[in-house]
């Protein structure tokens, strides 16, 4: 069955320290794809990157870099000097091979604090 | 890139009312869409799937006679909650996707806050 497992409940940091939020992921399929969303206060779910199973090549993109392991099943995300508007929640998600769904983890609430 | 809109955003309804929210996407056609449901400080959890002109797959423990789900074009799918109770209250999210291959990007729509009193 698959399984996204979000940890980090909640995680608290000051502005501009890095921050890693970490995503396990569980799925028997070989091709599959997975997801990070954040989700600020206003409610709407952010795309922040897709990334399939077949492309292990970790990703930066200004700020925020992923780091992608099917060794440990796990799909990292980094917050590199944090800011206060990076406080959400974030989500990760897993969609398999036949399907359009998504399976979300809990996410985690990251917040920033001045 | 691509826009879902949702109406309305948030809304306040007497218990034993129907209430109905819709989903449209703007700049694209949508072969697929979602509806989520999300409880204060909880994850997503997925209630449906439809497609266009078919009847919807609503996941295992969702009342499909409750949750009335309508997709009658590649535009627009509408969810109604049929007599709603304070127990419905939550945060209904919908998406869609444009894609027909596995991991499509599913694009989201802002959110309706339903809450009944």
């Known amino acids: 069955a698959q399984k996204v497992t979000q940890a980090q409940t909640e995680i608290s940091v000051v502005e501009k320290e890095d921050v890693t939020l970490d995503c396990v992921y569980e799925t028997r399929d070989t091709t599959y794809y997975l997801f990070w969303y954040k989700q600020p206060p206003s409610g709407e779910l952010v795309f922040l990157i897709r990334?399939?199973?077949?492309?292990?090549q970790n990703e930066i993109s200004g700020r925020y870099s992923w780091n992608f392991q099917k060794s440990t099943s796990s799909f990292n995300f980094t917050i590199t000097a944090s800011q206060v508007v990076d406080s959400a929640v974030y989500f990760c998600a897993l969609s398999d091979e036949g399907t359009y769904k998504y399976i979300f983890g809990t996410g985690t609430r990251l917040k920033v604090l001045a | 890139g691509a826009v879902v809109s949702q109406h309305p955003s948030w809304v306040i309804c007497k218990s034993g009312t129907s209430v109905k929210i819709e989903c449209r996407s703007l700049?694209?056609?949508?072969?697929?869409m979602f509806w989520y449901r999300q409880f204060p400080k909880q994850s997503l959890m997925l209630m449906a799937t439809s497609n266009e002109g078919s009847k919807a797959t609503y996941e295992q423990g969702v009342e499909k006679d409750k949750f009335l789900i309508n997709h009658a074009s590649l535009t627009l799918s509408t969810l109604t909650v049929t007599s709603a109770h304070p127990e419905d209250s939550s945060f209904y999210i919908c998406s869609a996707t444009e894609g027909a291959g596995t991991g499509a990007e599913q694009y989201f729509g802002p959110g309706t806050r339903l809450t009944v009193t």
């Open positions: 990334r399939n199973s077949f492309d292990e």
């Open positions: 700049d694209f056609q949508a072969t697929t």
